[in-house]
């Protein structure tokens, strides 16, 4: 094995005068693509976090006019308020807007008695410049067993063992819990409409059966919502759908309210 | 004139002046024969008259009742000849003069033909009755005028046409008149133009909404209408012009929905009538838009001259800022309405009526100066109004006043007082006032108390009625006058009065009464012109008579085969046309339909067959309203129960929303006298019950929008039982009843009192502790009700009254205080009567017997605004993205 000595290494010395150059670039190198990378790294944080504003405040956009309705459908005389189904569209909140869809909500919860369930209920399409036309359903349950949903666009209660194939026009048959339909309807106004909500699984399993819908003919600040089940009629409630935007953000609410 | 001037030539110098007597006799020759030549002419040239009309007269265009006053001067000198026959002769390119012109007192209409453009008039003979050159006291003797109101329908124009006249006037008995001055001259208006001021009794700081209904009757189309002075004049300072928010409006409707202050869709229940673009005005905002579909608006900027955008409820109305042009006319015209609103300045009271013209941007087209209804403005007002206005001696009319409580809490115990006005006939009282009194009238309702009287009198006595309401206090009044009736020889009217534009088949029928002497053996009734026409006969009617067609047909005799044994002096006859086809009109049209009878001749003064003529109309109009009530039937006359009325107005079978329908009723209590239409056209409205305890009250509601009217009748059931009524004082204590409580909240306990009366004239009530006060917060949209019972039994006794404590929380009575419900919406509500409770409201009295009974309280509760607020419960929430 060689030894190095004082004297070799002034010799090297001598030799690698070029050497601290090198090490010097070398280093800034490093330095350069640490920085970059640090750079990098710290611009995609910011680009993460300015969305993650942006989307808090496309929801909080959402929820502001989720608020400014309830304001409204809460005012006196809640006879003519309680019934107002306007909504927005584009109503300037904060730095963005907000989309609403004042809709009816029904509390259709049951159990099982076959292995499925049939709920219709009635949509009015009003003959206003913006009338509400969605349709959003959400099926729960508490028990492992897996329940699907259908809607049919017409009463099939009385053929709800074998709906007719024609008329169904979603579905959401997935193993989550909850199963969720949303529906858009198209239909020109003004139009008076019957859907069915279909549930199908085990026989006996208890559900929740929420339907958001346009309001049925007899909508009122009264107790008799539920057409067409005829009475004793529930509750009428409502069904908010907010849709925040600030930039290219969305975000979207949903709430059911009562009085 | 002859005597006077042989004394002259008498009188000259006989031989003197150096003259010779043979000259003197030619020159005397000469002299008289130049006499005799000029003495004729001299005495014809003294008989002189002059033909004015009142500086500014107009008519209008197409007006079937235009009427030219004319009137004739004799300027003759003192002992001169009267005039006793006058001819005048219309150019009837321009003119159609009408049988229906009613001729100046002790004169009569001896010839009119309407081809010619001629109407003659002659004096009545005192004698025979007949149409006479005969002097009879009303000849026009020198220094004397009559005036001559001819009735003539002018014919259209392009535009106004100033300096109309007539071809000739020609004074025919005696013939020796030749006129001094030039012939009268008037204008012919282009626009006709009528306006209605809602309501017709306001309190002192009402609003009242004036319309004028513009009606293009000429032949070519007028723009930019407007009026002059703008906005019409208003004849007392009482009220003010709202600046801001008081037009002109030039249409109108309701909004559909609620709009934001940022909206740039408004929804409304129609936009016809509105230009494409243009601007509009919703309380005070004002509106630019740019586009229209048949239900809504886009809008292009919102606050627009200088006002600020705000949002607006539905059912608001929405009214166009742009001014209209009417097309050129066709029979029935083109028609639009302007619109504006005032406001009482808040002290004075009396009444109020507005006038203007109507007119073009060029002021070429104007109409006649058009004056509205009179507003009476004060906390409680009356109006009187008698009807028919003309009658023939010894029939009877009726006599309405209504009274209205235009304050902010109830009136009780409210009473009539009619008089009648000097005016020539005889009023003689046959029956009311009907009721004598009514208990109570809420804050904004009227009622209405009615009276029939027997008129006698000579043709062209006139009578009139003056009277004031007073209530418990005593508050009273205005002292209001009625219309001016006067007696005539005839009296005809048409039923229906008023038909709907193009309506088909349609029959009508004239009620004839004959007020003269003798017997009538003829009646005539002129149609609208055969051939050509949208009025098509087909068939006539009337038990007995011979029918027959004249004249073009225009005319529908009907003939006595027997000559006079169908229509006696004193008797009222039928007679019926039918139309297979009726006129379309777009604007309201009156269509005049004279009547004329010949009397028979029987003998005695009965014996010169006069004919008599007298004007009959029917209103055509372009709207539809409808009036029916609920319930059907089965409503009790206790003062406290009522029917609901609605009315619907229509446009062919477009509903008219955001219209002022005003309402009157001949029995009970109205809670309004007006209600505006909502996006259905409709108007609603209650109509209380009188009471009576002995016989069944009828009542007649009649809802008027511009000249369309319906009427719907009702009954109310004669109440027999003991009648508890709320007489007034309503007055909230705290819950002792020791302390007036200075206001109501939610959460607190309360006690109430009142009055009450028992109204039966017989049967007494002992009032049990189960009986209630109650009101509830439904109108506005609240669940909450408040209810609490009488503390103690006790006995009203027929006619009595007592101040009634309820402050029990159960039926047992016994006091303590009742509280108002934490969720109780805050605002003021009326305890109107349920008799179907729940929710419980009004009061409910009972004796445990046969003798329960509901009855509205007419005063306020008002709940503090701190209660009620809406609470809303969140059921679900989630992200759905």
């Not at chain 1, 509390?107 to 369930?117: F, H, S």
């Not at chain 2, 029918?547 to 000559?563: A, E, M, Q």
């Amino acid at each position: 094995m060689k030894s190095f000595s004082l004297k070799d290494a002034v010799k090297n010395r001598k030799n690698s005068a070029g050497a601290s150059v090198t090490a010097v670039i070398v280093i800034l190198g490093l330095i350069v693509i640490m920085g970059v990378v640090f750079a990098s790294f710290l611009s995609t944080g910011l680009e993460q976090s300015l969305a993650e504003v942006t989307s808090m405040r496309a929801l909080y956009a959402a929820e502001a006019g989720i608020e400014a309705a309830i304001g409204h459908l809460k005012q006196t005389p809640v006879s003519s308020n309680w019934v107002w189904n306007a909504g927005y569209s584009g109503k300037s909140i904060g730095s963005g807007t907000v989309d609403l869809e004042v809709l009816e909500y029904e509390m259709r919860d049951g159990a099982l008695a076959a292995a499925y369930a049939c709920e219709a209920f009635e949509s009015q399409i009003d003959p206003v410049a913006i009338p509400p036309r969605t349709v959003f359903i959400t099926l729960l349950w508490g028990t492992t067993a897996d329940l699907t949903l259908e809607l049919y666009n017409a009463d099939v209660t009385g053929s709800c063992a074998s709906p007719p194939g024609a008329n169904l026009i979603a579905s959401s048959a997935t193993t989550n819990n909850p199963e969720t339909i949303r529906y858009r309807i198209t239909d020109a106004p003004p139009a008076t409409l019957t859907y069915t909500a279909r549930v199908t699984g085990t026989a006996g399993t208890a559900y929740s059966l929420r339907i958001t819908h346009p309001d049925e003919s007899s909508f009122s600040s009264a107790n008799q919502c539920g057409q067409p089940d005829g009475p004793p009629f529930d509750e009428c409630m409502r069904g908010l759908i907010a849709l925040g935007k600030v930039g290219a953000a969305r975000r979207e609410v949903f709430m059911g309210v009562e009085r | 004139m002859m005597y006077n001037v042989l004394s002259v030539f008498s009188s000259l110098p006989q031989g003197g002046f150096g003259v010779s007597r043979k000259t003197l006799l030619f020159l005397k020759a000469v002299l008289f024969a130049a006499l005799m030549i000029l003495v004729p002419s001299l005495s014809y040239a003294a008989n002189t008259y002059t033909a004015t009309v009142a500086s500014g007269t107009d008519v209008t265009m197409q007006d079937a009742g235009a009427t030219i006053p004319i009137t004739i001067t004799n300027t003759s000198p003192s002992g001169s000849s009267s005039i006793r026959e006058i001819e005048f002769l219309f150019d009837p390119a321009k003119y159609s003069v009408s049988l229906s012109t009613v001729a100046p007192t002790g004169w009569c209409v001896d010839k009119v033909d309407s081809a010619d453009g001629q109407i003659v008039f002659r004096l009545i003979d005192p004698t025979s009755g007949k149409c006479e050159k005969n002097a009879n006291g009303y000849e026009i003797a020198p220094g004397a005028a009559v005036t001559f109101n001819i009735i003539a329908t002018p014919a259209t124009a392009a535009s106004d046409v100033a300096n109309d006249t007539v071809l000739g006037i020609t004074i025919k008995t005696p013939g020796s008149f030749t006129r001094s001055g030039g012939l009268p001259v008037w204008t012919r208006r282009a626009l006709e133009a009528s306006m209605t001021a809602t309501p017709s009794s306001t309190g002192t700081s009402g609003v009242i909404t004036l319309e004028m209904q513009v009606t293009n009757r000429s032949s070519g189309a007028q723009s930019t209408i407007g009026t002059t002075p703008s906005p019409p004049s208003a004849s007392s300072g009482i009220v003010s012009f709202l600046s801001s928010t008081g037009g002109p409006f030039y249409g109108s409707t309701i909004l559909a929905t609620d709009i934001t202050d940022t909206a740039l869709t408004i929804n409304v229940a129609s936009t016809s009538g509105f230009p494409a673009s243009g601007s509009m005005q919703i309380d005070s905002e004002k509106i630019l838009y740019s586009g229209l579909t048949a239900t809504s608006f886009s809008v292009t900027q919102r606050g627009y001259g200088g006002t600020t955008s705000a949002s607006h409820t539905a059912n608001a109305l929405a009214y166009d800022l742009t001014p209209f042009s009417l097309a050129a006319s066709g029979s029935s015209g083109d028609t639009k309405t302007i619109t504006w609103k005032y406001q009482a300045n808040g002290t004075g009271t009396g009444e109020v009526y507005f006038s203007a013209r109507a007119n073009n941007s060029a002021l070429t087209a104007q109409s006649r100066l058009a004056s509205s209804n009179v507003v009476v403005i004060g906390s409680f007002t009356a109006e009187i109004d008698v009807s028919p206005a003309s009658v023939v001696s010894g029939q009877q009319v009726t006599v309405t006043m209504t009274a209205t409580n235009n304050g902010g809490s109830a009136l009780v115990g409210i009473t009539p007082t009619l008089a009648v006005c000097a005016g020539g006939a005889t009023e003689t009282l046959a029956g009311g006032p009907s009721p004598s009194s009514v208990s109570s009238l809420a804050a904004g309702a009227s009622t209405v108390f009615s009276w029939t009287y027997t008129i006698t009198g000579s043709p062209g006595n006139a009578f009139c009625f003056t009277g004031s309401a007073s209530a418990s206090g005593p508050l009273y009044s205005n002292t209001a006058s009625s219309n001016s009736g006067s007696v005539s020889k005839y009296s005809g009217t048409v039923s229906p009065s008023t038909i709907v534009s193009g309506v088909a088949p349609q029959t009508f029928t004239w009620s004839v009464y004959n007020g003269g002497a003798c017997a009538l053996e003829r009646v005539e009734i002129e149609i609208p012109l055969q051939g050509g026409s949208t009025w098509n006969y087909s068939s006539a009617s009337a038990a007995g008579w011979t029918i027959s067609l004249k004249n073009g047909p225009d005319r529908v005799r009907f003939t006595d085969p027997n000559k006079s044994i169908l229509f006696p002096a004193g008797a009222t006859r039928s007679f019926s046309i039918t139309f297979s086809s009726t006129e379309t009109v777009t604007a309201d049209k009156d269509v005049s339909f004279p009547v004329t009878v010949r009397e028979a001749k029987t003998g005695g003064l009965c014996n010169s067959g006069i004919e008599t003529s007298f004007g009959t109309d029917v209103t055509v109009t372009a709207n539809s309203l409808s009036l029916s009530h609920a319930p059907a039937s089965g409503v009790y006359a206790d003062g406290s129960s009522y029917y609901t009325f609605t009315a619907t107005l229509l446009s062919g079978v477009t509903p008219l929303a955001g219209k002022t329908i005003n309402f009157t009723t001949t029995n009970g209590t109205l809670s309004a006298s007006y209600a505006v239409t909502d996006s259905n056209g409709q108007a609603t409205l209650t109509l209380t019950a009188p009471f009576s305890e002995t016989v069944d009250i009828s009542s007649t509601v009649t809802a008027t929008y511009l000249s369309s009217t319906a009427s719907d009748a009702v009954i109310f059931l004669k109440w027999t039982k003991p009648n508890i009524e709320y007489w007034g004082g309503l007055v909230a204590y705290d819950s002792t009843c020791t302390t007036l409580a200075p206001s109501i909240d939610c959460g607190a306990s309360y006690c109430f009192k009142l009055n009450a009366k028992n109204t039966s004239s017989t049967s007494s009530m002992t009032l049990q502790t189960n009986s209630y006060f109650s009101f509830n917060d439904s109108s506005a949209g609240g669940t909450s009700e408040f209810k609490a019972y009488l503390d103690s039994s006790g006995t009203i006794t027929p006619g009595g009254t007592s101040v009634l404590t309820f402050s029990s929380p159960t039926s047992s009575g016994g006091g303590g205080g009742v509280t108002v419900d934490s969720n109780f919406t805050a605002g003021s509500y009326l305890p109107t009567a349920n008799t179907s409770p729940p929710p419980a409201s009004g009061l409910y009295f009972t004796d445990n017997g046969s003798n329960a009974q509901y009855r509205s309280v007419t005063d306020t509760v008002t709940i503090a605004g701190s209660c009620g607020a809406t609470r809303v419960n969140v059921i679900e929430w989630f992200e759905l993205r």
